[in-house]
């Protein structure tokens, strides 16, 4: 994805039991970049994350948008007003965050694409349009064509609930700015509710056609919020 178009996120971790100064860092970064044009997308404590994956860290996690494109979003981050912001923290938690910029998909999705986005809809359906629980994935694949058959499965499922993706991007995607991200993949999807969510993950098919598939075809962590 190289259209500069498409809108960007930023998306700012910190990892948990680091949580003394991060109502203020977080909410001077917001102060900051919706003065500049971002749009909040999510933001929530690392005692609030839902782990769906065992084993996945559950971040304190701020994602911001930016219609504009990834530049705008690291312009902001390399910009003296968020220097100045960072450079109030202590080097422990400093040492505690991992922030990159990600491409998006198109805000109208992607036409007659089998990836779930917001076209795989009825488009402006307030049904679809009030998806607010987010779901973050983060993956290694090692076996790319179980992966894909995996996927089918998924996107079947997700279609079932009326969820859509709104990032799907391969590591070429990101654009690490703080810390260190060695994932192949990373993807944000938006669902009506956790119970949707949760109808999906502990659900027959997923439980017992999708997950089986994926073992030993790469390794993941999904973590949830609303």
């Known amino acids: 994805m190289n259209n500069t178009q498409n809108p960007s996120y930023l998306v700012i971790r910190v990892r948990p039991d680091i949580e003394e100064e991060i109502d203020q860092y977080f909410s001077d970064v917001i102060k900051a970049a919706t003065s500049k044009g971002a749009k909040l997308l999510g933001l929530e404590r690392s005692s609030n994350v839902v782990i769906y994956e065992k084993g996945s860290i559950p971040f304190s996690t701020l994602i911001l948008k930016w219609p504009e494109g990834q530049s705008i979003s690291i312009d902001f981050w390399k910009s003296q ?64 064509k179980v992966i894909d058959k995996y996927r089918e499965i998924l996107f079947d499922i997700m279609q079932e609930q009326k969820s859509y993706y709104i990032v799907l991007t391969a590591s070429e995607g990101i654009k690490m700015l703080h810390g260190k991200w060695n994932e192949d993949i990373f993807a944000i999807s938006l669902w009506k509710s956790k119970k949707s969510v949760n109808d999906f993950w502990y659900g027959k098919k997923y439980q017992k056609t999708a997950i089986p598939l994926r073992i030993g075809a790469g390794e993941f962590t999904v973590i949830g919020f609303s």
């Open 81 to 144: 007003i968020h220097k100045n912001i960072f450079n109030q923290l202590s080097i422990v938690f400093k040492k505690n965050i991992i922030a990159f910029t990600v491409e998006g998909l198109p805000d109208k999705g992607l036409i007659g694409d089998p990836i779930p986005t917001i076209a795989s809809y009825e488009f402006n359906t307030s049904e679809v349009n009030s998806n607010k629980f987010i779901l973050i994935i983060d993956g290694t694949v090692t076996k790319p």
